[in-house]
């Protein structure tokens, strides 16, 4: 069993919406630092945003204002909402999680293009 599995992703115009899912398996779920990654192609994989140990949350700068990222722990779902898409943001999107260990579901690829 994957410990993480990303979906939502695809093809999206520039200004639509997105939202991508994380189901996790690890246990127990509320106790994992649950973030969002992307790496477009040739890029360095980055942080897009996530939850700090203290429950809060950080993005990065260039999605501040337009993605959200929520968690569903009854459902062991951690979810990013992704608004006003802009071309720059197409890349391939990883969940992470971080309880001592770390591990990375396989990746859902985004696209922004008209």
């Known amino acids: 069993q994957e410990p993480l599995v990303e979906s939502g992703g695809g093809l999206v115009q520039p200004g639509g919406s997105l939202r991508l899912s994380c189901v996790a398996s690890v246990r127990p779920f509320s106790r994992y630092n649950m973030g969002w990654y992307r790496q477009a192609p040739g890029k360095q994989r980055e942080l897009v945003a996530g939850?700090?140990?203290?429950?809060?949350?950080n993005y990065a700068d260039s999605v501040k204002g337009r993605f959200t990222i929520s968690r569903d722990n009854a459902k062991n779902t951690v979810y990013l909402q992704m608004n006003s898409l802009k071309p720059e943001d197409t890349a391939v999107y990883y969940c992470?999680?971080?309880?001592?260990?770390?591990?990375w579901g396989k990746g859902t690829l985004v696209t922004v293009s008209s």
């Open positions: 939850f700090t140990s203290a429950g809060t949350t």
């Open positions: 992470n999680a971080k309880y001592g260990l770390y591990y």
